[in-house]
């Protein structure tokens, strides 16, 4: 098992920045990469950024160039530096794991509201 807990949400304006951490607990060895999705009201959850065991990233086109996922393996953190915020990043934004037999964690969500 493994538990994650998503801090650093809040509200800001648009073209600001903001950080958000994930912090794992448990069996954080047997974590093979970890994601952060989004899902705005009325809207379906969508991967925002991931990164793999073996720090290979991906992001999805929304994103690139303003967001990066970042992970500290000695802290057990998985971080997510938002820049360039738009009104249409606001959401609730979830860390997610998938462990190396395939099971996918989640963490209960952290909200970002971008507004002037």
């Known amino acids: 098992q493994v538990q994650l807990v998503e801090s650093g949400g809040g509200l800001v304006q648009p073209g600001g920045s903001l950080r958000l951490s994930c912090a794992a607990s448990g069996s954080i060895f047997s974590i093979n990469s970890v994601a952060w999705y989004r899902q705005a009201p009325g809207n379906q959850r969508e991967l925002v950024a991931s990164?793999?065991?073996?720090?290979?990233?991906n992001y999805a086109d929304s994103v690139k160039g303003r967001f990066t996922i970042s992970r500290d393996n000695a802290k057990n953190l998985v971080y997510l530096q938002m820049n360039g915020l738009k009104p249409e990043d606001t959401a609730v934004y979830y860390c997610?794991?998938?462990?190396?037999?395939?099971?996918?964690?989640w963490g209960k969500g952290t909200l970002v509201t971008v507004s002037s």
């Open positions: 997610s794991a998938v462990l190396r037999n395939g099971v996918r964690h």
């Open positions: 990164v793999t065991d073996g720090g290979r990233t």
